[in-house]
């Protein structure tokens, strides 16, 4: 099995009059990982079926492998698609099924059993050949459907939130085995989620969708380091967001003026001076005590104790702050009165702009 | 029952199992056990009964007549001890005529003619031909329904469906009657293209022919057919459709696997309804044959009850056409795999 590369060519997707998918230009590698994260309702199982060949885009062309998809049916594209619900056939047994899209391509009752057989064991359920669907647990269901989409040869897999039926503890252990799965064959895997935590362990890069629109595409460390806009920015793991007003710009240092005071820190974009602006800065990369670049005094209002980390809920001008610690010594008495402190390259500088939470 | 009566207490419980017990009674027990009773025995009138009492009365007459002309009392003692007995003969005679003994036996349902034999198999075989082309009709229809997208076009197919059937079963007979007859629509439609001459007889004579009576049933019983298929199959995850289809399927093998395979019980139960309306159905073939195109066998046991007035064969017939009707829905349920709990569904 070999990964073939998807690119999106200005598609766009509308549904009479509602457009679902904004026009949007994505190359996914041949044998990546790819995740498309977004809130619910933002598109994402559109854009995966119009990959897969159940929706034509209303505009632009989807090519797979260099070739163009238009007027393929989902049955003539070299993709499988992992449904939301799984879709296993319930009649059937566990073998047929993952032998299904074999029998459908004429293979013979003893040549296509025998593969069946092959990738139950690939994905660790050697034994269960014979059972129902509906005998198998949630996390065996999962890997079923993995199997009867592997057994076609695909070369792009499309998997869309296929973990969100699961409980907690499987879906972080099914999040390996997908990804382990994902190794051993080599195939490009295309991965729907809302989860951002699982878009983030999984995959070689991300998108990140709101409401029908490509918001960014990243590897996972710089999607957190470097969010590109004040979606991502909150959507992708927490955010301290503290309101301003642009005053200066020099190099990519930006001084703000805040009900806290000022701060200084990176522009993101090109913000304009003087313009309603938001500075973003992580939890954890706060500190207590002042610093050379930015100290805000604050009132702490509540410890929550994490394990390895403590979260301190402190507030000042009306506003809430988070600041997440190493937990320690320290961390069992500390004074009412605190100054949290941060670097210039800590706080993220944005224009105006939409936010995860409302 | 113990669970019954601790859900619902003794009294309570008692009542609605008295309820249960006179339903099933009402219902099913009662009638069938008087038409099988009925269909077991026979009156023994050995025909010539009748013959034997008008002889009898004639033997008297002469012999009233040779007791007036005799003058000899000993002999005219012996005319009347004779008339005496020929009456006492007659009498016993006409009580059986009147009220003839019942024998019970199995002889009215191995007493059917030959030709009534083969009308039976016959109207069998042609229920069953009716039942097979009405689900080849009405699955396309029912999927064509419960697939439908949208509701408003579900709610336009539905309704399509199910406004001919305000209409009562009669006049939708008729109305085949019309459009199929001589001079039928069809008839007029074709002399008016010239293919055919009214006027000298030169119509194609629908009518004679049983597909005509197939048409009609297939038209009256759709209904029966696709209900049970239409719930079935809007049961069915249309993903699982998508799933066929993604992984490489025809669309004649996602039938055959995923939806034929979901839609079994709904099939199953649109087949038993519709082969035993067909095969009981009088109206129908009543009305479209009027005698031109072979009798179905319910005509025989209608004919059996209200003109031989021979109620006891037409119970055999009845039980007989009961019989077969029972038997398709066991093989039914067999060739289906499925039981009376999924068709209740
Ligand atoms: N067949 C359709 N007809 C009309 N509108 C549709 C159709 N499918 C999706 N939409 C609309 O398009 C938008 C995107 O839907 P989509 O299913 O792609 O969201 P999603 O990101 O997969 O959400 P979720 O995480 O809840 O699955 C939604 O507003 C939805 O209402
Ligand atoms: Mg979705």
């Known amino acids: 099995?070999?990964?073939?590369?998807?690119?999106?060519?200005?598609?766009?997707?509308?549904?009479?009059?509602?457009?679902?998918?904004?026009?949007?230009?994505?190359?996914?590698?041949?044998?990546?990982?790819?995740?498309?994260?977004?809130?619910?309702?933002?598109?994402?199982?559109t854009i995966l079926r119009t990959v897969s060949g159940f929706i034509e885009p209303t505009i632009g062309r989807?090519?797979?492998?260099?070739?163009?998809?238009?007027?393929?049916?989902?049955?003539?594209?070299?993709?499988?698609?992992?449904?939301?619900n799984l879709a296993l056939f319930p009649l059937m047994s566990v073998a047929e099924n993952v032998a299904f899209g074999l029998e459908a391509r004429g293979v013979a009752k003893a040549e296509r059993l025998k593969r069946a057989q092959e990738l139950l064991e690939l994905v660790a359920l050697g034994g269960y050949g014979d059972?129902?669907?509906?005998?198998?647990?949630?996390?065996?269901?999962?890997?079923?459907?993995?199997?009867?989409?592997?057994?076609?040869?695909?070369?792009?897999?499309?998997?869309?939130?296929?973990?969100?039926?699961?409980?907690?503890?499987?879906?972080?252990?099914?999040?390996?085995?997908?990804?382990?799965?994902?190794?051993?064959?080599?195939?490009?895997?295309i991965y729907i989620t809302h989860d951002q935590g699982e878009a983030l362990a999984m995959s070689d890069r991300v998108a990140v969708m709101s409401r029908g629109r490509l918001e960014q595409v990243a590897a996972p460390d710089t999607l957190y380091a470097e969010p590109a806009t004040p979606f991502v920015a909150t959507f992708v793991g927490e955010q301290n967001v503290i309101r301003g007003t642009l005053r200066r710009i020099s190099n990519g240092a930006a001084s703000v003026d805040t009900p806290l005071g000022p701060i200084e820190g990176r522009e993101v974009g090109t913000p304009a001076i003087g313009a309603p602006v938001l500075v973003m800065v992580r939890p954890e990369r706060m500190t207590l005590g002042a610093t050379r670049d930015n100290s805000i005094?604050?009132?702490?209002?509540?410890?929550?104790?994490?394990?390895?980390?403590?979260?301190?809920?402190?507030?000042?001008?009306?506003?809430?702050?988070?600041?997440?610690?190493?937990?320690?010594?320290?961390?069992?008495?500390?004074?009412?009165?605190?100054?949290?402190?941060?670097?210039?390259?800590?706080?993220?500088?944005?224009?105006?702009?939409?936010?995860?939470?409302? | 029952m113990a669970s019954l009566f601790r859900a619902y207490g003794r009294g309570l419980g008692v009542l609605l199992l008295a309820i249960a017990a006179l339903w099933i009674l009402a219902l099913i027990v009662v009638p069938?056990?008087?038409?099988?009773?009925?269909?077991?025995?026979?009156?023994?009138?050995?025909?010539?009964?009748?013959?034997?009492?008008?002889?009898?009365?004639?033997?008297?007459?002469?012999?009233?007549?040779?007791?007036?002309?005799?003058?000899?009392?000993?002999?005219?003692?012996?005319?009347?001890?004779?008339?005496?007995?020929?009456?006492?003969?007659?009498?016993?005679?006409?009580?059986?005529?009147t009220n003839p003994p019942k024998t019970y036996g199995l002889a009215n349902f191995t007493r059917m003619s030959a030709l009534h034999f083969y009308i039976f198999v016959r109207t069998i075989f042609y229920a069953l031909m009716v039942t097979a082309l009405a689900l080849v009709v009405c699955y396309p229809m029912a999927y064509a329904v419960a697939l439908a997208s949208g509701p408003r076009k579900a709610i336009v197919l539905t309704v399509a469906l199910i406004v001919p059937y305000a209409i009562n079963e009669l006049l939708r007979v008729y109305a085949w009657l019309m459009i199929l007859d001589y001079r039928g629509v069809i008839n007029g439609i074709l002399a008016w293209l010239g293919m055919v001459d009214l006027d000298n007889r030169g119509w194609i004579p629908f009518l004679e022919n049983p597909s005509a009576v197939f048409l009609a049933m297939?038209?009256?019983?759709?209904?029966?057919?696709?209900?049970?298929?239409?719930?079935?199959?809007?049961?069915?995850?249309?993903?699982?459709?998508?799933?066929?289809?993604d992984l490489g399927a025809s669309s004649f093998r996602i039938h055959r696997?995923?939806?034929?395979?979901?839609?079994k019980p709904g099939i199953a139960v649109g087949c038993i309804m519709t082969f035993m309306l067909s095969a009981g159905s009088y109206s129908v073939p009543a009305i479209m044959t009027r005698g031109q195109g072979g009798d179905w066998f319910s005509q025989l046991v209608y004919r059996q009850f209200y003109e031989s007035n021979n109620w006891n064969m037409g119970s055999a017939y009845a039980v007989s056409l009961l019989v077969v009707c029972t038997a398709f829905i066991l093989i039914m349920m067999r060739l289906f795999g499925v039981g009376l709990r999924d068709i209740a569904k």
């Open chain 1, 1 to 45: 099995m070999r990964g073939k590369d998807v690119r999106l060519d200005q598609v766009s997707i509308r549904f009479g009059d509602s457009i679902a998918v904004q026009p949007l230009n994505l190359t996914i590698e041949a044998g990546e990982f790819f995740s498309i994260l977004g809130p619910s309702g933002c598109g994402k199982t």
């Open chain 1, 62 to 84: 989807v090519l797979i492998g260099g070739e163009d998809m238009a007027g393929k049916g989902p049955n003539e594209r070299p993709t499988a698609l992992i449904f939301q």
């Open chain 1, 131 to 189: 059972k129902k669907p509906s005998d198998l647990s949630g996390g065996q269901r999962q890997r079923v459907a993995i199997a009867r989409a592997l057994a076609v040869e695909p070369s792009v897999l499309l998997l869309d939130e296929p973990l969100s039926a699961l409980d907690l503890k499987l879906r972080q252990h099914m999040r390996a085995e997908l990804r382990a799965i994902q190794k051993r064959v080599g195939i490009t895997f």
């Open chain 1, 297 to 358: 005094p604050v009132t702490l209002k509540a410890r929550h104790l994490e394990g390895p980390s403590v979260n301190l809920e402190c507030v000042t001008g009306g506003q809430t702050l988070t600041v997440t610690l190493a937990n320690g010594p320290a961390m069992r008495e500390l004074p009412s009165d605190l100054v949290l402190g941060f670097g210039r390259e800590d706080a993220r500088v944005y224009a105006e702009g939409a936010l995860a939470h409302g």
């Open chain 2, 32 to 97: 069938l056990g008087a038409m099988i009773e009925q269909s077991l025995w026979w009156k023994d009138s050995k025909g010539d009964i009748t013959l034997q009492i008008d002889r009898l009365y004639n033997d008297m007459a002469t012999l009233q007549l040779d007791a007036a002309g005799e003058t000899d009392a000993a002999r005219k003692a012996g005319f009347e001890a004779q008339i005496a007995q020929k009456q006492a003969l007659a009498t016993e005679l006409e009580a059986q005529e």
């Open chain 2, 218 to 245: 297939i038209y009256t019983y759709v209904l029966f057919m696709v209900f049970p298929m239409v719930n079935t199959l809007e049961t069915l995850d249309r993903n699982q459709i998508e799933a066929a289809r």
């Open chain 2, 257 to 263: 696997r995923v939806i034929i395979p979901h839609a």
